[in-house]
């Protein structure tokens, strides 16, 4: 069963930093390009950061480019993003899922998501 | 940057058909893609590039592009149906539209 499953959440102060990870089982993980986008509450859906299957190709969201940090351990099977600098309105749901690489680029692998509160 | 534009709500009868529109500037030129999100729950593609459906998607979910407007259209409308259904480009980053609330009546 192909399966996305998301941790590193949590409450945070504003300033400080959480790295989100992504554990992925059920396809071969270092063929896949990967992002994550995130959801704040009652909100709707953000992309937030897409990183290619070997890696070398990342992008980000200029809403959160220079503070967080995309990256893929493909041995591991395992996606991550560092997120400093955290503000208020970096509170979301963030979900990792399976991208395909532009300009299709769609999203058909979903985790269920992880919780992040930036609040002091 | 792109914009995508979504009307915030639809409603419709059940087993009617419920067509959801999203514009953007020649938005025919670009891959559109749907998301099904139901409340607490993560968000599920239904259709890729304009008009393809995922396995496991029914038939009842089709999809549509050309010009300004792309076009979700879910026929012989379910009660399970109800969710937010967000459209999805790429534009040098991924860009959602706003979201539409499909309420069956």
């Known amino acids: 069963e192909v399966q996305l499953v998301e941790s590193g959440g949590g409450l945070v102060q504003p300033g400080g930093s959480l790295r989100l990870s992504c554990a992925a089982s059920?396809?071969?993980?270092?063929?896949?390009?990967m992002n994550w986008v995130r959801q704040a509450p009652g909100k709707g859906l953000e992309w937030v950061s897409y990183?290619?299957?070997?890696?070398?190709?990342?992008y980000y969201a200029d809403s959160v480019k220079g503070r967080f940090t995309i990256s893929r351990d493909n041995a591991k099977n395992s996606l991550y993003l560092q997120m400093n600098s955290l503000r208020a309105e970096d509170t979301a749901v963030y979900y990792c899922a399976t991208a395909t690489a532009p300009p299709f680029y769609y999203m058909d692998v979903w985790g269920k998501g992880t919780t992040v509160t930036v609040s002091s | 940057s792109y914009e995508l534009t979504q009307p915030l709500s639809v409603s419709v009868a059940l087993g009617q058909t419920a067509r959801i529109t999203c514009g953007g500037n020649?938005?025919?030129?670009?891959?559109v893609h749907w998301y099904q999100q139901k409340p607490g729950q993560a968000p599920v593609l239904v259709i890729y590039r304009d008009s393809n459906r995922p396995s496991g998607i029914p038939e009842r979910f089709s999809g549509s592009n050309s010009g300004n407007t792309a076009t979700l259209t879910i026929s012989r409308v379910q009660a399970g149906d109800e969710a937010d259904y967000y459209c999805q480009v790429w534009d040098s980053k991924a860009v959602f539209g706003g979201g539409t609330l499909l309420t069956v009546l």
């Open positions: 020649n938005i025919g030129s670009k891959n």
């Open positions: 990183i290619s299957d070997s890696g070398r190709t990342i």
């Open positions: 059920g396809f071969i993980f270092s063929s896949c390009e």
